[in-house]
């Protein structure tokens, strides 16, 4: 069975750091590029960042470049998310999903954990 | 940034009853279109990929059309475990958007 766990999230005051984990299982973790997705309490979901199969190539949604860093542990089918310099814009459910491909190069996400909720709060 | 429009953000409907929802996006993303179902405490799940076909296990009430900038999702036959909300997403470009959902709840 495919599975994706997060964790790693919780409470963080406004300028603080989390990261965020992503233990996958049940499929061959390094052919397949990852990503993050949040949803803010009462909003939609919205693409984070992603990173491709080997880790090379990685992308971020502009708000996040240079505060959020994506990362993968291949020998441990685990995928990362650093995250520095918290807002309170932050606040919100984590998910880790699959991208349907190697490259992170129009893939949608086929397969998705049901997140860890992280809050930025004083 | 390609904006994902979805249309209504609410639909009340009886179970049994069909219910098409609309997605639009604000330039041309061909095919590269993804419907997902997502319920309060789950994860999200794949619906269609491509526009148009249909992910693993996902039931034949369900279908999904168009290209370009219109699409529809279409469900035959609400059944109870089909009311939930509804995103469309693009990934023809980054940065990768998602429309801002439909929820379709029970009349």
């Known amino acids: 069975e495919i599975q994706l766990v997060e964790s790693g999230g919780g409470l963080v005051q406004p300028g603080g750091s989390l990261r965020l984990s992503c233990a996958a299982s049940g499929f061959i973790f390094n052919s397949f590029a990852m990503g993050w997705v949040r949803q803010a309490p009462g909003k939609g979901l919205e693409w984070v960042s992603c990173i491709s199969g080997g880790g090379g190539s990685t992308y971020s949604a502009d708000s996040m470049e240079g505060r959020f860093t994506i990362s993968r542990d291949n020998s441990k089918n685990t995928l990362f998310l650093e995250m520095n310099s918290l807002r309170d814009d932050d606040t919100a459910v984590y998910y880790c999903?699959?991208?349907?491909?190697?490259?992170?190069?129009?893939?949608?996400?086929?397969?998705w954990g049901r997140g860890t909720v992280v809050t930025v709060s004083s | 940034e390609i904006v994902m429009t979805q249309s209504p953000a609410t639909l009340s409907v009886s179970p049994g009853e069909r219910a098409s929802l609309s997605c639009r996006a604000s330039?041309?993303?061909?095919?590269?279109l993804a419907w997902y179902q997502h319920k309060p405490g789950q994860a999200p799940r794949l619906l269609f990929y491509?526009?148009?076909t249909r992910a693993t296990g996902i039931p034949a009430r369900f279908s999904g059309s168009g290209s370009g900038t219109e699409f529809t999702l279409t469900i035959s036959s609400l059944q109870s475990e089909d009311f939930a909300v509804y995103y469309c997403h693009q990934y023809i470009d980054r940065p990768l958007t998602f429309g801002g959902g439909t929820k379709v709840e029970i009349k």
């Open positions: 999903a699959r991208m349907d491909g190697t490259d992170a190069y129009r893939d949608g996400f086929d397969v």
């Open positions: 330039q041309s993303v061909s095919s590269f």
């Open positions: 491509g526009a148009s």
